[in-house]
């Protein structure tokens, strides 16, 4: 236990700590929100600042809580693993620590652009609404923490990692309907859309942040919030159960896994980044 | 004296490549032990398994009477180990990194600030404590390592080519801490090392090539047994000397205008010298050094893979 909780606050120093990656992260939120609100001004959505910023807020929680498989990866190369590795410290505290850790950070950045989102756009009507907000975000985190862990115990090369990362990251963040309405996509990327896990966790925050709660099915497939595959819609509900899922899945795999990863395997000499676990 | 490591018929195998075959060793409580051996030679899967984080193929290896590969949990609070390369948090403090490494290794909060105190004064650390490890230069790092291996209070620690990189100032004091720790805390340190003039310093050495251990020994043994002394002479009359040295049956190599001469059949060497000695212009002794040990039994190798 006490393992969990010396790995979570040393998550939170070290995002504290990092001033500059601090700022970037907000300055690229605020940048989408600015450039699609703009674009979608005179669309369907009545209200496109709010509609970008809630889109925009889940992404950062994503993106933030899937930075943990590059963190976990820097702490492989820095050699902390390997500290970890010959104490008698449980493995699965270890993974539980950071993967807390990661979904705490994301959750504050989320919380840091809503703060500013509420002055350029997102109202909230009912008293009860940020408190939904709030555990939406940490439940997403957690669940994109377990997708990070889980990358970053199948890392074999530092130096691909990083390509792999933003290779995965993009498409899923593009393709989730948090900038770009799905509507608004060519049919073949709209199928990719569906198959994404991100598309249903920012269907499922929209709702909560927009306070769509009360609208009937069409409506909230009108507003995006409910995805319609072919005529079958899945409700908001539905897709909160379905990131549960996939979350419960990831965190399984992510911590079994991480818990009988070699890291001995990494070879780290200092000189040769390339061959790093080759 | 206890044996507090035991290896018995330790093997390793990566597939058909044996890295390790059948080694067997002990070493003695509160002493300073030396692995050495060129590169490749297994001196890492060894300490690797010793640290519990690879897995033996066969045999038998015990920490203070516990199996490192049942007894994993057990074996690590009883080690403490410095890799060669840093595992410490750079972007932490020194002491955040010995507070998260208390936290490992289940010590209470309340010994946690005086083990601090202890073991940074025991490097030199303690005005440094607030700062941030990614600052530090590499002999700081280094003794940081030291620190945190020890916070827990090791029965044995392994320390993998502790003074590598360092300058020799540094290398110095390294060595210092290092001998301090064995005296006063009677603690057993398990080392390899590429600098011959450390391992001197150590109780027991055992050299390691091509996965088997071919000498085990103290330095001193070991000098007697692989070095001889040589006398490097210059002389005036080139010719009496060669004479001489044939006629007393002592080997010789002349360059550059000296004879390099072997010192093993010392009386033959000192009644040439006192026969020849209106002639020395110039006479050194020189003992065998431990470079000359570790050349004599895995020279081949090393030059190979320098």
């Known amino acids: 236990m006490n393992t969990v909780i010396a790995l979570w606050v040393r998550g939170l120093k070290a995002f504290v700590r990092n001033k500059t990656g601090l700022v970037f992260s907000l300055i690229f939120p605020l940048f989408f929100v600015y450039v699609f609100g703009a674009i979608f001004k005179n669309d369907v959505i009545d209200n496109p600042i709010a509609y970008m910023l809630s889109g925009v807020i889940i992404t950062t929680v994503f993106e933030s809580s899937l930075n943990l498989a590059s963190t976990t990866v820097d702490d492989m190369v820095s050699g902390f693993m390997k500290e970890v590795l010959v104490s008698p410290a449980k493995r699965v505290a270890v993974a539980m620590g950071q993967l807390l850790s990661a979904a705490t950070v994301a959750t504050l950045q989320g919380i840091l652009i809503l703060i500013i989102g509420l002055f350029i756009g997102i109202r909230f009507r009912h008293w009860s609404t940020p408190i939904y907000v709030l555990v939406s975000m940490i439940a997403i985190g957690l669940v994109f923490s377990g997708v990070g862990l889980f990358m970053a115990t199948k890392v074999r090369n530092g130096q691909t990692f990083q390509i792999v990362k933003t290779a995965v990251t993009m498409p899923l963040t593009f393709l989730s309907g948090a900038y770009i309405p799905l509507s608004m996509?060519?049919?073949?990327?709209?199928?990719?859309?569906?198959?994404?896990?991100?598309?249903?966790?920012?269907?499922?925050?929209?709702?909560?942040?927009?306070?769509?709660?009360?609208?009937?099915?069409?409506?909230?497939?009108?507003?995006?919030?409910?995805?319609?595959?072919n005529g079958f819609i899945v409700t908001p509900v539905m897709s909160f159960i379905i990131i549960l899922i996939i979350g419960l899945m990831f965190l399984l795999l992510s911590t079994i896994s991480f818990v009988h990863t070699d890291f001995s395997r990494l070879n780290r000499s200092a000189s040769d980044a390339s061959a790093i676990w080759g | 004296?206890?044996?507090?490591?035991?290896?018995?018929?330790?093997?390793?195998?990566?597939?058909?490549?044996?890295?390790?075959?059948?080694?067997?060793?002990?070493v003695e409580e509160g002493s300073i032990f030396a692995f050495l051996g060129p590169n490749g030679a297994g001196k890492s899967t060894t300490?690797?398994?010793?640290?519990?984080?690879?897995?033996?193929?066969?045999?038998?290896?015990?920490?203070?009477?516990k199996d490192v590969t049942k007894q994993k949990s057990d074996v690590r609070s009883t080690i403490g180990v410095v890799f060669q390369d840093s595992t410490l948090d750079t972007k932490m403090t020194i002491e955040e990194n010995l507070k998260m490494h208390c936290v490992f290794y289940n010590i209470h909060k309340k010994e946690v600030e005086e083990r601090i105190q202890f073991v940074l004064k025991l490097v030199d650390l303690l005005e440094e404590r607030k700062k941030?490890?990614?600052?530090?230069?590499?002999?700081?790092?280094?003794?940081?390592?030291?620190?945190?291996?020890?916070?827990?209070?090791?029965?044995?620690?392994?320390?993998?080519?502790?003074?590598?990189?360092?300058?020799?100032?540094?290398?110095?004091?390294?060595?210092?801490?290092?001998?301090?720790?064995?005296?006063?805390?009677?603690?057993?340190?398990?080392?390899?090392?590429?600098?011959?003039?450390?391992?001197?310093?150590?109780?027991?050495?055992?050299?390691?090539?091509?996965?088997?251990?071919?000498?085990?020994?103290?330095?001193?043994?070991?000098?007697?047994?692989?070095?001889?002394?040589?006398?490097?002479?210059?002389?005036?009359?080139?010719?009496e000397l060669e004479k001489l040295l044939l006629q007393f049956e002592l080997d010789y190599t002349k360059k550059d205008g000296y004879y390099k001469v072997e010192a093993e059949n010392l009386e033959g060497l000192l009644k040439v010298l006192s026969e020849h000695k209106e002639n020395i212009t110039n006479l050194e002794i020189k003992k065998g050094t431990f470079n000359d040990v570790f050349l004599e039994i895995t020279g081949k190798k090393i030059r190979e893979e320098a």
Request: one cysteine or more; a neutral charge.
């Open chain 1, 185 to 229: 996509l060519p049919e073949t990327l709209r199928y990719l859309a569906y198959i994404n896990p991100m598309t249903y966790a920012t269907a499922f925050f929209r709702m909560i942040t927009l306070e769509k709660t009360n609208l009937s099915t069409a409506d909230l497939v009108k507003e995006e919030v409910a995805i319609s595959i």
């Open chain 2, 132 to 239: 941030l490890v990614g600052a530090l230069s590499g002999g700081m790092k280094r003794r940081v390592e030291i620190a945190r291996g020890l916070i827990h209070y090791p029965k044995v620690l392994f320390l993998d080519e502790p003074t590598t990189g360092l300058d020799p100032q540094t290398r110095a004091h390294i060595w210092e801490y290092i001998i301090k720790l064995q005296k006063e805390r009677n603690i057993t340190i398990f080392l390899t090392t590429h600098y011959m003039e450390e391992a001197e310093i150590c109780g027991k050495i055992a050299i390691m090539d091509g996965g088997v251990i071919v000498a085990h020994d103290t330095p001193y043994a070991l000098k007697k047994k692989y070095t001889k002394d040589k006398a490097y002479i210059t002389t005036k009359n080139e010719e």
């Open chain 2, 47 to 65: 300490i690797n398994t010793l640290c519990t984080i690879f897995e033996k193929t066969s045999g038998t290896l015990l920490i203070d009477g």
């Open chain 2, 1 to 26: 004296m206890n044996p507090i490591i035991e290896v018995k018929n330790f093997t390793k195998k990566y597939g058909n490549f044996t890295a390790v075959n059948d080694i067997s060793f002990n």
